[in-house]
């Protein structure tokens, strides 16, 4: 199988692994919930790279926040998490053969914490004025309290994805037929 064609299929595996786990096993919080659809999109930056993480992370996640009725968030979930994936991807690229794991560590707790990091953004500044400006989705409170009170579920979800994902990356790295699935 051809590299671009591994590409592809590997990438909408993992979009609908996001999406399934994003969309059946959630938790609900005062604004979004709780997945461990970051978990796939860490392993799959671990494990195939990231350009896969980015496309797991991106169309999984936006797709799921659509199908689950927070169509509002889908942009910036489209952009946080597919940027989830990257980073973790790329981090983990970058350090990979010095001390695996550091680099299962330092790849997936960063970009958790980048997670955490852009919905607060997202939440405090950016969906507060565009909710409003737009008048959608009255349920849904944005605003700096708002986030502020969201950051610690998000940076939990983040923290607990990573130690998830270090858990499963270990034995899934070594293993030789992941190893000659890599693309």
């Known amino acids: 199988m051809k590299n671009g064609v591994r590409f592809w299929v590997f990438s909408g595996v993992i979009i609908a692994l996001v999406f399934v786990l994003t969309f059946t096993i959630k938790i609900p919080l005062m604004a979004g919930y709780f997945n461990i659809g ?7 930056s671990i494990l195939f790279g990231k350009s896969i993480g980015f496309m797991g992370g991106s169309f999984g996640s936006a797709l799921a926040d ?30 990979e053969g010095k001390k695996k794991w550091a680099s299962f ?23 507060k004025y565009l909710s409003s400006a737009l008048n959608i989705n009255r349920n849904l409170q944005f605003g700096l309290k708002v986030a502020l009170a969201n950051l610690p579920f998000n940076l939990l979800q983040g923290v607990l994805s990573a130690i998830i994902s270090i858990i499963l990356a270990v034995p899934l790295y070594n293993n030789k037929f992941i190893r000659k699935m890599r693309i």
Do not use: N, R, W
Request: hydrophobic content about 60%.
């Open 66 to 95: 659509i199908v689950s009725g927070y169509t509002i968030y889908a942009p910036f979930t489209f952009v946080i998490k597919g940027l989830e994936g990257f980073i973790c991807g790329l981090i983990f690229e970058k350090i």
């Open 105 to 127: 560590i330092i790849s997936t707790m960063l970009s958790g914490i980048l997670m955490a990091v852009g919905y607060f953004l997202s939440e405090a500044f950016v969906l």
């Open 38 to 44: 970051d978990v796939v999109i860490m392993l799959s």
